[in-house]
């Protein structure tokens, strides 16, 4: 198991802020959360992802960002994806969400949730996703999005769909085991947003997967203004 943390972030943080000298994970999140930081936060999980999208993880918050928020929020996704970080057969990150905030992304290779070419659950892909969502039941004031991707075999069309019913199954699945269905948004990336060349079957296996990503809600961002966020 792998986690891999971005230090982009940090970097970006100090280029803008010079008169800031603390590199503390703390103290970046703390930045993070305050004044500019969701325009520092938008631009950092553009260049630390794969792609722009980056920028658009997680719903835009309506409520006002404290100065100390990013930093309450980064040490609770800190801890959560350190415990994702046992799953076996996923990969998990830290990244950033549009609002500046510290997010996870959990990543699931498709050969380990579907067969060739279906969209239907093995019972590999249920252990797996059992054990997230079991994970995943003290964080109930969190928003989690499901992009399902392919490689580039086979028609956009064909590939959009099979991708949109493996983001699909694997939601529908985390709602029957008792995730709020207002909490989970699927959508399917087709091979839109590679992660590896296509021109091998090594980089075609890494494309098709299913990333998940973990951001706060409204509500944990509350918490977390009015310091009873735990």
């Given at each position: 198991?792998?986690?891999?943390?971005?230090?982009?972030?940090?970097?970006?943080?100090?280029?803008?802020?010079?008169?800031?000298s603390t590199a503390s994970k703390t103290a970046n999140g703390t930045g993070i959360g305050a004044g500019a930081g969701a325009a520092l936060g938008a631009i950092a999980g553009a260049l630390i992802g794969h792609d722009a999208k980056g920028a658009a993880i997680g719903a835009a918050i309506g409520t006002a960002v404290g100065a100390g928020t990013g930093a309450v929020i980064g040490k609770k996704m800190d801890k959560k994806a350190e415990e994702l970080s046992k799953l076996e057969n996923a990969q998990v990150e830290t990244v950033t969400d549009q609002n500046g905030l510290e997010a996870?992304?959990?990543?699931?290779a498709s050969g380990i949730l579907f067969p060739t070419n279906g969209t239907t659950l093995s019972a590999t892909s249920k252990k797996e996703l059992s054990e997230f969502a079991s994970k995943m039941s003290d964080m109930t004031d969190t928003d989690i999005t499901i992009y399902g991707h392919t490689d580039n075999t086979g028609t956009l069309a064909v590939n959009e769909r099979i991708s949109a019913q493996r983001a699909s199954a694997v939601g529908d699945y985390l709602k029957s085991?008792?995730?709020?269905?207002?909490r989970i948004t699927t959508?399917?990336?087709?091979?839109?947003?590679p992660v590896a060349?296509?021109?091998?079957?090594?980089g075609r296996a890494q494309n098709r997967r299913v990333e998940v990503?973990?951001?706060?809600?409204?509500a944990m961002v509350q918490a977390?203004?009015?310091?009873?966020l735990k």
């Open positions: 198991m792998k986690i891999a943390r971005t230090l982009l972030i940090g970097a970006i943080a100090l280029a803008i802020l010079p008169g800031c996870i992304k959990v990543t699931f085991l008792g995730i709020a269905a207002n959508e399917g990336k087709a091979y839109n947003e060349s296509n021109e091998t079957a090594e990503y973990i951001s706060a809600n409204e977390a203004n009015n310091g009873t």
